[in-house]
Each structure stands twice: as structure tokens, then as C-alpha cells.
């Protein structure tokens, strides 16, 4: 069974420093925060900004004390951190098809979603 993974934001930092090397993202200089839900995109749990040109981004988590109560699944805030990451992969080709674009957007959604799922899932075997 699922359990929910919150961490203080002194503990993301320490799993965004762990996710870059393993994702081979040192070269990036990401900020990490958490942040209240007045603070984002409605009903975001996370999000990624980057300067493609710089590799500087910065990623927001959802404070867990914004999780919705009618929430599908449980709430893992390192599973949020590796799928903003990810972003990180695809922002140059994001950056030339993906921008107005859903139906990109959707296969991109997905397809991250379930490597940033495998990743934790083989990270914590």
C-alpha cells in the first residue's frame, strides 16, 4: 500500500541535490520551494519555470497542508520533485512544439508521469 511522502523543504533540497546526479541534471541551477496553493496554478501540485538558455528553473511543491481533501491517491512530494525534473529533459523540445499546444502537452504529461513513477517505485526496492 501507498503512503504519503511529505518532506520539509530542507529535505526536498536534499533529494533535489540526490535527483539531479542521478537524472544527470548537475549542470542545472535549480531553486526549490515549497509553496501554498495561493501561490500556483489551480489545483497544481507542483511546478517547474526554466530559462533554457541559463539551465536555471525553479520548482514549487504543493505544501501538504494545501492537499485537497477529495484527492485521488496519496500525495508524494518526491514523486512531484522527479516529475518536475523531468521537465527539465524535455524543455528544449517543450520550448519548440509544446508551447500551445495540448495535445503535446498530454503525451508529455503522460509520458513523465509514469518514468517519474518507475523511478521511485525502483528507488525504493
Request: no cysteine.
Amino acid at each position: 500500500m501507498l503512503k504519503e511522502v511529505i518532506y520539509t523543504e530542507e529535505q526536498l533540497n536534499e533529494r533535489l541535490a540526490y535527483w539531479q546526479e542521478k537524472l544527470r541534471l548537475q549542470d542545472w541551477i535549480i531553486e526549490l520551494r515549497i509553496a501554498r496553493s495561493r501561490n500556483m496554478m489551480q489545483d497544481a501540485s507542483a511546478a517547474v519555470d526554466w530559462t533554457l538558455s541559463r539551465k536555471m528553473a525553479s520548482i514549487n511543491i504543493l505544501d501538504h497542508i494545501d492537499y485537497p481533501n477529495d484527492i485521488v491517491g496519496v500525495r508524494d512530494m518526491e514523486n512531484d520533485l522527479v516529475h518536475e525534473l523531468l521537465h527539465l529533459h524535455f524543455a528544449p523540445i517543450s520550448d519548440h512544439y509544446g508551447n500551445n499546444n495540448d495535445i503535446y502537452s498530454t503525451f508529455e504529461e503522460q509520458a513523465i508521469e509514469s518514468i517519474a513513477y518507475g523511478l521511485i517505485a525502483a528507488e525504493r526496492k
